[in-house]
């Protein structure tokens, strides 16, 4: 009996037993700003999801842990859209929405500013993120590949299919053009395939603004013309009668060399 009080009395000892200052110090987390919450709202009627985000995450973490939240969503294609804008994946999130609270809480204070608020979570307000949720993902896919593809601005001839080209246009203009063009290639030597892709759309980028930098340069000679020859008959245009107004003096001489004095022109009263 005494050997099982003692065993407790030892227990509650050691629970008792306060951390040593050390121990404390390896507990605590370091300093580091507070997570923020993200509140996710999906397409398809997916119901919205609030996330802790983290000072170094980035749209890639976040969409990692909405995969781990949501199982539903592990395999389908997930594209982050704010104010109209597609966000990478390397975007750091963090920063974004610390940009977005700032915001609000200055129209706040502009809205009013005798009010303040004693609670700094609610004047931040609920930061909302749209998320497109696409396809799913094939095996072997990546998707940060898919989207940076995405994210990547058209050039050269691929520029003419947001005029309504379609794909075996823009393949036929392509051809002709480099065809006439060999021989910007002869002189020149491609490690790979990227590279010579890349001289090719820089190609493509000259050859179509030339053609709208020649015409604009034509236009803009046309009108400096135009204006220069209407300020010169404008000015010289109210000269032009007292050419007409002079008399002609008639190349008469005396004998003594000296001009003939022509009578002025009577003037009747």
Not at 19 to 33: G, I, R, V
Not at 39 to 58: C, H, M, N, S, Y
Not at 164 to 193: K, M
Not at 210 to 230: E, I, K, P
Request: hydrophobic share 30%; with cysteine; proline share 6%.
């Amino acid at each position: 009996m005494t050997t099982s009080l003692s065993e407790k009395a030892k227990g509650k000892q050691r629970a008792a037993a306060p951390f040593a200052p050390e121990q404390l110090a390896t507990e605590q987390p370091p300093d580091s700003p507070p997570s923020k919450d993200l509140t996710i709202r999906f397409t398809e009627g997916i119901p919205d999801l609030t996330v802790q985000v983290a000072e170094k995450d980035t749209v890639k973490d976040v969409k990692d842990n909405i995969r781990n939240i949501r199982p539903e969503l592990k395999d389908r294609r997930l594209r982050f859209i704010h104010a109209g804008q597609l966000l990478a994946e390397s975007t750091p999130i963090y920063a974004r929405i610390s940009s977005i609270q700032h915001r609000k809480r200055g129209s706040e204070k502009q809205r009013d500013e005798d009010e303040e608020s004693t609670e700094p979570a609610s004047s931040a307000g609920t930061t909302w993120l749209h998320c497109s949720v696409g396809p799913q993902l094939s095996e072997g896919e990546d998707e940060s590949n898919l989207q940076t593809a995405q994210l990547k601005p058209l050039r050269g001839f691929d520029r003419l299919a947001a005029a309504g080209f379609s794909e075996e246009d823009i393949a036929n203009i392509r051809l002709q053009f480099h065809t006439h063009s060999a021989r910007d290639y002869l002189d020149q030597e491609f490690d790979d395939q990227e590279d010579y892709d890349e001289h090719a759309r820089v190609l493509e980028e000259q050859w179509i603004d030339s053609l709208d930098g020649g015409s604009s340069n034509s236009q803009s000679q046309t009108a400096v013309s135009s204006l220069h020859n209407g300020i010169v008959l404008g000015f010289f245009f109210p000269l032009i009668p007292f050419f007409f107004f002079r008399s002609n003096k008639p190349a008469v001489f005396w004998d003594d060399g000296s001009e003939h004095q022509t009578l002025s022109a009577p003037v009747f009263s």
